[in-house]
């Protein structure tokens, strides 16, 4: 778009972006599709709900809602902050991670520097990089779907300021694992920032050879979860950063002021103390993971191992993924295909309550006609 002297109104970074696109909701394919039943399989979120204990506070955040929120979320800041054995002072509260990386985007560039990440992994860290115009080097995965650590140790050049590692990996559920994790720290210069996006921490956490970044001794590392999944409120809208006192307070001073909501921020606190829900939400994942990594043995079908609530299966080409997900979708079982995370061959399924397995496993069998 340009104007008579030439000069274009809006910056070619933005004119090329490719933006986000979100998965289908449930309305829209009712809408469509009228399918009997609905399973939402796409957008890697809670199926068992959030903790009953969220709608009470709720309610109670609710009295004051004319209120603006407290900004720096005191309370819900303490307890991330006791329950990590940190200060409040290394924990930065946003409206969810994804907000948190356009902070960090908004934070720590200069011109000219780059980012480096796989070319398959979460779309919003490629949105808001594109945003901000930094170059980014997206490095390929390896062929088993992992982090290529030694490739991306490689990238890093004069002009790197961030690496951006998603562990476990979104969409791939794949890990980097504790050596592999502190080899790379090991070569990482201390001016370069890793952001260890924990997003599925809560699923991943008890897997022996998980890496718990915020387990290391770095100043240059940020880490980042969220509660928009095993916690259930990705409504909400709430994500937290860890990291070095001094990183915190810059990245204060970029975020929106009154992020999160102040019922964001009453819900998660809520959430966050029900140990009993969380539990139960990572066991319901991981009972229907097995029973998927079955189903899909007994079938033949491709896919890979996951350490966090999805699962992705690989099909010969894109053309059948696109037209596998579309023949699932007319019988109301919402897929993610990921063609916009890099991998235009597979699907990512997120594992579900058991009714919702049984929906996906039937309708496979009618689509595939196995
Ligand atoms: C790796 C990863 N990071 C961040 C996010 C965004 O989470 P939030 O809802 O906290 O913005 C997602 C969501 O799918 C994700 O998979």
């Not at 790379?184 to 924990?198: A, G, K, N």
Request: glycine share 4%; hydrophobic share 40%.
């Amino acid at each position: 778009m340009s104007t008579k002297t030439g000069k274009p109104l809006v910056p070619s970074n933005i004119e090329t972006l490719k933006p986000y696109v979100a998965g289908k909701t449930i309305a829209e394919v009712a809408d469509l599709y009228k399918p009997d039943k609905i399973a939402k399989l796409a957008s890697n979120e809670n199926r068992l709900g959030c903790s009953p204990k969220v709608k009470e506070a709720i309610d109670e955040a609710f009295k004051v809602i004319q209120d603006y929120p407290d900004p720096v979320a005191r309370k819900l800041r303490a307890a991330i902050a006791e329950r990590n054995s940190v200060d409040p002072e290394n924990v930065l509260l946003a409206s969810g991670s994804e907000s948190i990386i356009s902070i960090l985007c908004k934070t720590f560039f200069l011109n000219r520097e780059n980012a480096i990440t796989a070319d398959a992994t979460f779309v919003g860290f490629f949105v808001q990089i594109g945003v901000r115009g930094v170059h980014l080097k997206r490095i390929p995965v390896t062929t088993d779907y992992k982090y290529d650590i030694k490739a991306i140790a490689n990238a890093i050049d004069e002009q790197t300021k961030m690496v951006y590692i998603a562990n476990p990996n979104n969409p791939t559920g794949t890990y980097i694992n504790k050596d592999e994790f502190e080899w790379f720290m090991q070569q990482v210069p201390e001016d370069v920032l890793v952001v260890m996006d924990e997003a599925y921490f809560e699923y991943a956490r008890e897997v022996e050879d998980y890496p718990r970044a915020l387990e290391y001794d770095y100043e240059n590392i940020i880490v980042l979860r969220t509660f928009s999944k095993a916690y259930g409120l990705a409504g909400f809208r709430v994500g937290y950063a860890i990291a070095n006192k001094e990183l915190i307070k810059n990245m204060m001073k970029t975020k929106l002021t009154f992020e999160p909501t102040a019922l964001g921020q009453a819900g998660a606190l809520a959430a966050y103390g029900d140990d009993e829900f969380l539990a139960k939400s990572v066991a319901v994942v991981e009972e229907s993971k097995k029973r998927l990594y079955k189903f899909f043995d007994d079938h033949d079908v491709e896919y890979v191992k996951s350490i966090s609530n999805s699962v992705m299966m690989v099909l010969e080409t894109e053309e059948e993924a696109i037209d596998f997900t579309q023949k699932m979708l007319e019988k109301g079982v919402i897929l993610r295909r990921i063609n916009a995370f890099g991998l235009p061959n597979c699907i990512r399924i997120t594992v579900g309550l058991s009714e919702e397995m049984d929906h996906f496993e039937q309708s496979f069998l009618e689509v595939t006609k196995k």
